[in-house]
Every structure is written in structure tokens, then in C-alpha cells.
């Protein structure tokens, strides 16, 4: 914005007659090198996946025990994927980047009320450690696969104490924004 500010103030004392001329007509062209692509959350051999609209989905993950979540069991996990549509042959890379309020690095915190207490969400690849999960809000981003952008890519949410030992029961209510870049 500064430099077409700047542009502007200089073609006014170079060309003084087009300051104060009262009609400026402006063509421009530009060559648009590829489209963006339509990224949905779905269902993937676990919990539904509803779409709210705006693009907002929510994913429910069954009551599961506090024991559950401190030994990193299955029914404290769900899985769901991206799919991308719509994608622009001359587009070559996806990037995706997570961004939410964490807690202790990589786990997003809890936001419902009096809910429980010590417990945070993480996102990784499906069939990887906890220790994979991605780390929100910094410049970590991982690029789609081939096979990725021509199916989907495979993802599991997990619940897990953000604190050995301190992990407590309740509601657990978390928000997480996948942020994706093209080239």
C-alpha cells in the first residue's frame, strides 16, 4: 500500500495535469496462474464429521474414561481427513498449518467451562506418535503427498493430559484452524 502511495504522490509532480484532471481511467491485466483448491473435513472411519457451514465442522468424540486419555488408547482418539477438490492442474504443492489456543506446545487447550481440566487436543498423521503432533501457531506446516492432494489426507485428533498427572474429567470443548497455502 506505501509504494502505490508513494507512486501516486510522484506521477501528481510529474505529470501535474493528471492531479488535477477530474476523470483517470486505469487499465489493468493481470495473468492468474492458478486457482485454489476446495479443502472439506470428512469423516474417516470414526466420529461423524458435520459441516456447519462457513466452513465450520465439528467432530464428536465419544465419552471416553480419564484412563483412556493418560494411556493414549484408541477411544481417546478419532480420525477424519482432508480432501482436497477443484484444484488447478499447474497447482504442484499444498501446505497446511494448524493455528488454535495450546496449552503446552502442541496440544490446543480445552474452552468450554468448568470443563475438564489438564486435558488438551492434538493433531498428527494418522498412524504416527504423539510425538508428531503438529505444533500450532508457528511456522510448522506440512506439504501434501501426491497421492494426498489426489485422495485425502489421513488425520487423527487425540485428546491427552497436558501434564502427567494432571489430567481431570468434564466437558472438553476445542477449536482448531487448518491454515493452507499454494504454490
Not at 66 to 90: I, M, Q, R
Request: charged share 20%.
Amino acid at each position: 500500500m506505501k509504494r502505490i502511495i508513494i507512486t501516486s504522490a510522484l506521477i501528481g509532480l510529474v505529470f501535474p495535469m493528471v492531479s488535477t484532471a477530474t476523470n483517470l481511467d486505469v487499465d489493468f491485466t493481470a495473468t492468474v496462474l492458478a486457482t485454489t483448491c476446495t479443502i472439506a473435513i470428512e469423516q474417516d472411519d470414526g466420529p461423524v464429521v458435520t459441516n456447519g457451514g462457513n466452513d465450520e465442522y465439528s467432530l464428536i468424540i465419544p465419552d471416553v474414561g480419564l484412563d483412556k486419555v493418560v494411556t493414549g488408547a484408541p477411544s481417546a482418539e478419532a480420525n477424519f481427513k482432508l480432501v482436497a477438490t477443484g484444484c488447478s492442474n499447474e497447482l504442484s504443492k499444498i501446505y497446511t498449518r494448524l493455528t488454535g489456543t495450546t496449552i503446552s506446545g502442541k496440544l490446543i487447550v480445552n474452552e468450554a467451562n468448568a470443563g475438564a481440566a489438564g486435558i488438551g487436543m492434538g493433531i498428527k498423521r494418522r498412524g504416527t506418535a504423539d510425538s508428531t503432533f503438529f505444533s500450532p501457531n508457528n511456522t510448522d506446516r506440512f506439504e501434501w503427498s501426491n497421492d494426498e492432494k489426489s485422495h485425502c489426507v489421513p488425520l487423527t485428533v487425540a485428546l491427552r493430559e497436558t501434564t502427567v498427572g494432571s489430567g481431570r474429567t468434564g466437558t472438553f470443548q476445542a477449536k482448531a484452524t487448518f491454515n493452507f497455502t499454494y504454490e
